[in-house]
């Protein structure tokens, strides 16, 4: 809904919603052959956006069996072309340090250019897919039973350095929010984690006010696994996008206004909005 508005102030990227497809993606139960199709397409959007190194932990051989212990993707794929077979999912050993090398060339690329928005693009993809690199080698060491016991600080700062080098305010805000819902283990410790958050949500309720209904629920949604450590901030927020959505009555929204209402409805919160239920 974002990216197809017809208002540019409310476009994103592209790579904002292949993200969260990968997100989503490591949330199933079950699949079919057309799971399988939307990957085929799928898989060329992730290496042209950059996110392969995501796709190839979060697909590879050593990460299925933990993340979908119930799902045999082979079966699945077995009749669905080498695409699927050979390039999306890997079953061969994850080369772990050519993937975090990548990652931080990148990184050092973008943090050496001259700043501008498709910058900030090259800062926020290799921050999440550095990340998840970390973790699916965190847990491929640990499943075997390697000396290799704990992500370092330095590999956390890595990706907080690079955070910080987003000035899209909103682009870092979507960026935090994966990192900090990434755990088993998180790349942080709990100390780091709790400021991290602050400095998020302090973000956040800075910019609500000035966002349009659609920027600003999409981040209040985003950012929501962590509204029982900030009641307070959430509650604030809630009202500001209230009475955003509140302005045309409900059998006159627009499309954006009855996204948004829908969007906001998941959440099942009858504190902060029980207008919108």
């Not at 399988?36 to 956006?49: M, V, W």
């Not at 932990?57 to 993707?73: A, D, K, M, T």
């Not at 693009?121 to 998840?132: A, F, G, Q, T």
């Not at 899209?168 to 929010?177: K, Y």
């Amino acid at each position: 809904m974002i990216i197809t508005s017809s208002d540019t102030t409310d476009s994103l990227p592209l790579v904002v919603l292949l993200s969260q497809c990968l997100i989503l993606l490591e949330t199933l139960t079950e699949v079919d052959e057309n799971l399988g199709h939307a990957l085929s397409t799928l898989q060329s959007l992730f290496k042209e956006y950059m996110l392969e190194n995501y796709a190839t932990v979060l697909f590879g051989e050593q990460w299925i069996s933990r993340v979908y212990p119930n799902i045999r993707f082979k079966d699945v794929f077995k009749n669905i072309d080498d695409m699927i077979s050979k390039k999306l999912l890997v079953d061969r050993p994850i080369d772990w340090e050519t993937l975090i090398n990548t990652e931080r060339q990148r990184i050092d690329y973008a943090k050496s250019a001259i700043q501008n928005p498709e910058n900030d693009l090259k800062l926020y993809v290799p921050s999440i897919s550095l990340d998840k690199v970390f973790q699916g080698q965190y847990c491929f060491h640990h499943s075997q039973q390697t000396r290799y016991t704990n992500i370092s600080s330095d590999e956390g700062a890595v990706i907080h350095s690079t955070t910080v080098n987003i000035h899209d305010s909103v682009l870092r805000i979507i960026a935090l929010s994966i990192i900090l819902e990434m755990k088993n283990p998180s790349i942080f410790n709990y100390e780091q984690e709790e400021q991290l958050q602050g400095e998020m949500i302090c973000q956040l309720e800075n910019l609500i006010p000035n966002l349009s209904l659609l920027k600003s629920s999409l981040l209040f949604i985003r950012c929501y696994p962590v509204h029982s450590s900030f009641s307070a901030s959430f509650k604030l927020m809630a009202n500001i996008i209230g009475e955003k959505l509140t302005k045309t009555p409900i059998d006159k929204q627009t499309d954006d206004e009855e996204a948004a209402f829908i969007a906001l409805r998941q959440l099942n919160n009858t504190d902060p909005f029980s207008y919108l239920l």
